[in-house]
């Protein structure tokens, strides 16, 4: 039995505590649970869409691969190919295939295969010129609205005016399926095509490029920048209102919208110092800016983690201050500078909107292959396939968001690995 | 800090190095872009050429890049679905920069909604009325005062409030934003050419509120009837495919690719067909264009490359049409074919015709 008054002012008011402690934790659990869903949501709803986008059908054929036709210069050279008529080859080899013979059935059949694979027979050649001459069977995309229609996209029951393939297309398709010559592979196209207007064609590797070359400038200037920055705020600027108003100022400029810099980088790097537009050179510059606030801010909390004994213990033994700077504090502060580095590093691989304005958010089909070449990244290539009204790129753009997403994870998790691969506890 | 004067030595070498310019660089209307890209990449399958950077923008930004002066960080062509302005002319003018006109074919501006729903078979000068933002107030059930010659806040809820034989659905539009060509060659054929242009009380009120020319009429409704969804036609497109009571206004070519969910209003006794608009017979079509600066023809290689692409496939059985653009008749084509080799330069006077 509670005895004294106290006692029983805390059995009475037990109860209550217990039911807040209880509800407390319920609404935490909602919260997650809440997030979880959302994600699962977002995650399902892109895998559906966007795991089909790896694969696509494709159509084997049998080429006659003339040498005359095909290399009238005969050197192999990229403009004697073509100069060639490796379009014409494959449109005879589909004509065969299907037995058209009218105009019209002709012209149904010839729009099957995908309009990009003369460059596929060209590189093709390239790789084996060993098979000029010969007959040989050769594995090509099928059109966009052909590949939608084994998707089953495009019904035969809808009536012929309201779809993209008349009866005669859908026909040659059956037929070529009965052959077994369609195939539903892993899509080549996604991982080595760049941007096209050919649904079928487009993939990733020109913006996937781009945005390896933009990260490196902006790692390049803005980590040696960032961490510089950081330790002389840190150790050696005099503490006054200078410095703290430089402090303000970077604190700042971490929330401005990422749109600001893209501005800046139009108005100084391309107006002012006349660079040319849409590179990754001006691209990683503008990224930098962004990303070095989030650098500074990480370095600094990085360096501030490391005990002051260990300063005082080498400026004991007679270390200068650059010494025991250099040889003991920023060593130890580097695991927690560079995982900020990553973190600033993964969103300047998710930003669109600075590039926007120095004209990186463009249709660029050549692979960069320096960062003086156009190029763009690939936040950039999703937003434009999102946009393309062909039904294929629906696919494409899921496809091309999940290896977005598989970049970014792999990036952040190496910041976690960084961290407690590195980290020193004291 | 080795790494970094480094850097800074490279950026400084690529600087100096980067003035000539082996590529096109187009930018302008979302509109053309597609089709631009196809020409590009193209063209681009020819190993002497690289393939043209396009870059999205709108038609503004077209027209005034191509505008703002003569030298590689510029662009060298413009796109744009509106024709330039006077007063565009006068940037280029003002900068020394010449420029030639080309059109290069038609756009439909649909209208539609989801074959589950109501075809909507409606006068253009009706559509109009529908979406304006103001209207007189002296239209039947719709003012307080029957007063033709004061303006209020667009008042009709349903399609058949406008007329009974429109379906009785609340009017609910989603279309293009303010930064959009599309929204504009709309508001201006539509609300302001078709309705307060022709329609007898909203002439007479446009006149009386001193705007004889409608321009007033082309604001659209901000209450909820028409919904801006955003610059992507996809997401309209979207939207109309889950809403089978709601219309939609977008790109023709949208329309195309999507004929199997997709029906087309009818303005004026026409569908938005390829043919019909090829015609020039659909009632909601305007053409699209782009801008060539002369001072960079044979300075910047490819320029005429770019050209001749276009003219390669910009007939009935190109490229471009599978693409959903609508192709000129052949005297228009080969009078702008002619203007590619000649590049008249363009003057206020040929804005007039």
Known sequence: MPSTKTEQMVMASLKARHRKEQSFKLLGIAAIIMALFFLVTLMTSILSKGLPGFFQYYVTLEVELERERLDPAGDLSDQSLFDGQAKKIIQEAVLAKTGAKKRNEKKAAR???????????????????????????????????????????????????????????????????????????????LFFGSASRNAEMAGIKGAAIGSLLTLVVCFVIAFPIGVATAVYLEEFAPKNKITELIEININNLAAVPSV???????????????????????????????????II??????????????????????????????????????????????????????ETA???????????????????????????????????????????????IIILLLFLIVMNGGAIWLRKKLERRW | MKKFLFALLASGLITGSAQARDQLSLAGSSTVLPFATIIAEEMGKNPKFKTPVVESGGSSVGKKGVCEGIGTQFID????????????????NKNGVDVTEIKVGYDGIAVANSLQGE???????????????????????????????????????????????????????????????????????????????????????????????????????????????????????QKLQEDPNAYGIFGFSYLDQNTDTLQSAIVDDTPATFELIASGDYA??????????????????????????????????????????????????????????????????????
Not at chain 1, 381 to 396: C, N
Not at chain 2, 77 to 92: D, P, Q, T, V, Y
């Open chain 1, 354 to 400: 600075p590039l926007l304005m120095i004209g990186m958010v463009a249709f660029i089909v050549d692979i960069p292959g320096g960062v003086t070449d156009p190029g763009t990244v690939l936040p950039v290539q999703i937003f434009m396939w999102a946009d393309f009204a062909e039904r294929m790129f629906i696919q494409k753009t899921s496809s091309a």
């Open chain 2, 119 to 237: 075809t909507l078979t409606i006068s253009k000068a009706d559509l109009g009325m529908a979406l304006t933002a103001e209207v007189p107030a002296c239209y039947e059930g719709s003012g307080r005062n029957y007063n033709c010659d004061e303006w209020i806040a667009n008042p009709f809820k349903k399609w058949s409030d406008i007329n009974p034989s429109y379906p009785a659905l609340d009017i609910r539009v989603y279309g293009p934003p303010t930064t959009s060509g599309t929204r504009a060659s709309f508001a201006e054929m539509v609300n302001q050419k078709a309705y307060c242009g022709k329609e007898p009380i909203a002439k007479k009120a446009s006149a009386a509120r001193g705007d004889k020319k409608g321009k007033k009429c082309r604001a659209m409704r901000t209450d909820g009837a028409y919904i801006e969804a955003g610059e992507q036609d996809n997401l309209i497109v």
């Open chain 2, 284 to 353: 909601i079509s305007r053409s699209l264009w782009f801008y060539v600066k002369h001072a960079h023809v044979g300075v910047v290689p490819g320029m005429d490359e770019y050209m001749k692409t276009w003219t390669k496939n910009w007939g009935p059985d190109g490229i471009l049409s599978d693409a959903g653009m609508v192709p000129m008749p052949e005297a228009e084509r080969a009078s702008y074919a002619k203007a590619m080799t000649d590049l008249p330069k363009l003057t206020a006077d040929m804005l007039k015709k």
């Open chain 2, 77 to 92: 062509i413009g796109n744009a679905s509106s024709r330039m302005k006077a007063s565009e002319l006068e940037f280029c």
């Open chain 1, 111 to 189: 729009k099957l295969v995908s309009n990009g694979s003369d460059l596929r027979l060209i590189s093709f050649v390239q790789a084996n010129p060993e098979l000029l001459n010969s007959r040989q069977s050769v594995k090509f995309a099928l059109d966009d609205d052909a590949d939608s229609y084994f998707r089953g996209f495009v019904k035969k029951q809808t009536p012929e005016k309201q779809r993209r393939l008349s009866d005669l297309q859908i026909a040659y398709l059956d037929q070529m399926q009965a052959d077994g010559l369609v195939s539903y592979e892993i899509s080549d196209y």
């Open chain 1, 260 to 294: 600001v810099f893209g501005i800046l980088g139009l108005a100084i790097f391309i107006n002012i110092f006349g660079m040319p537009r849409s590179i990754p050179l001006v691209g990683g510059m503008v990224l930098a800016l962004m990303t070095l606030p989030t």
């Open chain 1, 297 to 350: 801010i990480s370095s600094r909390a990085a360096i501030k983690a490391v005990p002051p004994s260990i300063r005082d213990g080498a400026l004991g033994v007679g270390a200068s201050k650059v010494q025991a700077t250099m040889h003991h504090v920023v060593p130890l502060a580097i695991p927690g500078m560079l995982t900020g580095t990553i973190i600033g590093m993964a969103q300047a691989l998710g």
